[in-house]
Nanobody
């Protein structure tokens, strides 16, 4: 059974930073492309960033230049470091397996102005 559990969310001030983590189990993490997505209140799911099993990284326009995705295959961990946070970054953030969009319960990020 695929399990993804995000953590690291919280309340941050505008301009601040947060690092999200996601622990994966139930599948071969090291050979899986992974993504971070987010859903703001009243809006649809938005892709934020992706990383291939080889470590190639991709970023959406919403957080381009303000976030860094990384992974630790030895620990089955996915990370998203977010900097210069803005109130519009307020959302539930999900990590997901790219191949089927299987995702965790999410972690809430709230950015105050």
């Amino acid at each position: 059974e695929v399990q993804l559990v995000e953590s690291g969310g919280g309340v941050a001030q505008a301009g601040g930073s947060l690092t999200l983590s996601c622990v994966a189990s139930g599948f071969t993490f090291s050979t899986s492309d992974m993504i971070w997505a987010r859903q703001a209140p009243g809006k649809g799911l938005e892709w934020v960033s992706g990383i291939t099993s080889f470590g190639d990284t991709y970023y959406g326009t919403s957080m381009l230049g303000r976030c860094t995705i990384s992974r630790d295959n030895a620990k089955n961990m996915l990370y998203l470091q977010m900097n210069n946070l803005k109130p519009e970054d307020t959302a539930i953030y999900y990590c997901a397996r790219a191949m089927d969009q299987e995702r965790g319960p999410g972690t809430q990020v709230t950015v105050s102005s």
